[in-house]
Antibody, heavy 121, light 107 residues
């Protein structure tokens, strides 16, 4: 059974860097692509970005200048860093497995439980 | 960026009724790149439909998806108590986007 678990500080100060890690169990991280999604309280889902098996990344254009995703295959983890955070970055952050081939998208089929990040001084 | 607009914002129905949820894209989306998710309060989203019409593993057959181009639909044939939730459509591309969601609530 594949499981994902987000971890990281629950509180980040404005202008600082948000760093989250998603630990994958039950699957090899090198075989799949992975995404981060966030959700402000009471609002909808916002896609942050994706990292493919090749290491290629796609980011939400509105966040692209501030976010970086990476994979640590030795730890079966992937991570998200977002610089210069503001209160608008306060949200529940989810990591998810992406199942996609060169011609078909099978969706984000496994999600972590989510971790709440608050940006406040 | 492709904008997905979901309607209605809220759907008030009774158990046993049929629910029809709409997702309209600002430009054409390949059917192979359109998915639907269900989210209940305090939980992560769950994949329901991929490829616009294929049910994900373990999803009951009362859930069905259809559509092409810019218009997609999620149908729940007979609402069960556990189906009252928020539903999101999502398109995959160089920049993914989600729709704003439709809340299906008990009437």
């Amino acid at each position: 059974q594949v499981q994902l678990q987000e971890s990281g500080p629950g509180l980040v100060k404005p202008s600082e860097t948000l760093s989250l890690t998603c630990t994958v169990s039950g699957a090899s991280i090198s075989r799949f692509s992975w995404s981060w999604i966030r959700q402000p309280v009471g609002e909808g889902l916002e896609w942050i970005g994706r990292i493919y098996t090749s290491g290629t990344t796609n980011y939400n254009p509105s966040l692209k200048s501030r976010v970086t995703m990476s994979v640590d295959a030795s730890k079966n983890q992937f991570s998200l860093k977002a610089t210069s955070v503001t209160a608008a970055d306060t949200a529940v952050y989810y990591c998810a497995r992406v199942v996609v081939t060169s011609y078909y998208y099978y969706g984000m089929d496994v999600w972590g439980q989510g971790t709440t990040v608050t940006v406040s001084s | 960026e492709i904008v997905l607009t979901q309607s209605p914002g809220t759907l008030s129905l009774s158990p046993g009724e049929r629910a029809t949820l709409s997702c309209r894209a600002s430009q054409s989306v390949s059917s192979t790149y359109l998915a639907w998710y269900q989210q209940k309060p305090g939980q992560a989203p769950r994949l329901l439909i991929y490829g616009a019409s294929s049910r994900a593993t373990g999803i009951p057959d009362r859930f069905s998806g259809s559509g092409s181009g810019t218009d997609f639909t999620l149908t729940i044939s007979r609402l069960e108590p556990e189906d009252f939730a928020v539903y999101y459509c999502q398109q995959y591309g160089s920049s993914d986007t989600f729709g704003g969601g439709t809340k299906v609530e008990i009437k």
